[in-house]
C-alpha cells in the first residue's frame, strides 16, 4: 500500500514536471521573439522604454531557459538559478538606467506610433505568458520567482504604453525617460526580492 502510494506521488510529480517544462519552453519562445521585435522597435522609434522592455524580454527567456535546466534538479540548484535570475534582473536595472541617461543628454523625442503598436503586441505577449505561468506559480521557488519575472512585464509593457500616450500628447522626451527610470526601478527591486528570497535558499 504504501509503496503504491510512493508510486502514485512519484507518477503526480514527474507529470507536474512535464507539464512545467511545456509551460517554460512555450513562454520561452514568446519571449525570444519579443525581444528581437522589440529591441529594433526600441532603436528606430529612440524609445528608452521600449528598449528596456525588450531588454526584460531577452532578460525572461535566459530566466525561462535557466529554470528548465534545474526543472528535475533539488531546491538547492532551483535556488542558485533563482540568484543567477535575480542578478540578471539587477544588471537590466543599470543598462535601462545607462539608456535613460544617455536618451537624455541626445534629447531626441520617440515616435510614439511604433512605441504604442509594438506595445500592445508585446502587452498581449506577456498575458498569455502569464496566463500560462499563473497556475505553477506556486508549485516551487523556481516557477514563482519566472511567475514574478512575467509579472513584471505585464507593468513594462502598460508603462511603454502610457508613456507613448504621453509623447504623443506632449511631444516631449521626458515622459519616455520617467517610465524608462520606472522600469529600472521596478527590475532592481524585484532582483532584490529574488536574491535575498535565492540566498536564504541557499543557505
Not at 521600449?50 to 527567456?61: C, I, K, P, V
Not at 535575480?86 to 539608456?99: E, K, L, S, W, Y
Not at 543628454?105 to 505568458?129: D, H, K
Request: charged fraction near 15%; glycine fraction near 6%.
Amino acid at each position: 500500500m504504501s509503496d503504491d502510494c510512493c508510486q502514485s506521488k512519484g507518477c503526480e510529480l514527474s507529470k507536474l514536471k512535464k507539464q512545467q517544462a511545456k509551460v517554460l519552453w512555450i513562454v520561452l519562445f514568446i519571449n525570444l521573439g519579443m525581444f528581437v521585435i522589440e529591441f529594433g522597435a526600441g532603436i528606430r522609434a529612440d524609445s528608452v522604454s521600449l528598449t528596456g522592455d525588450s531588454l526584460d524580454m531577452l532578460g525572461d527567456a535566459l530566466v525561462y531557459a535557466s529554470s528548465l535546466y534545474v526543472i528535475n534538479k533539488g531546491s538547492k540548484a532551483q535556488a542558485g538559478t533563482a540568484f543567477f535570475k535575480g542578478t540578471i534582473m539587477f544588471v537590466f536595472a543599470i543598462a535601462v538606467f545607462a539608456r535613460a541617461i544617455y536618451q537624455l543628454f541626445v534629447s531626441a523625442a520617440p515616435e510614439p506610433t511604433t512605441m504604442s503598436t509594438v506595445g500592445v503586441v508585446a502587452l498581449i505577449a506577456n498575458l498569455c505568458c502569464l496566463l500560462l505561468l499563473t497556475r505553477h506559480r506556486k508549485d516551487n521557488l523556481n516557477m514563482s520567482s519566472v511567475w514574478l519575472c512575467s509579472r513584471n512585464d505585464i507593468i513594462a509593457n502598460t508603462s511603454v504604453l502610457v508613456a507613448a500616450g504621453l509623447v504623443l500628447i506632449a511631444h516631449s522626451v521626458l515622459p519616455d525617460l520617467a517610465v524608462g527610470l520606472l522600469l529600472a526601478f521596478v527590475f532592481a527591486k524585484s532582483a532584490g526580492k529574488v536574491l535575498s528570497e535565492s540566498w536564504r535558499e541557499m543557505h
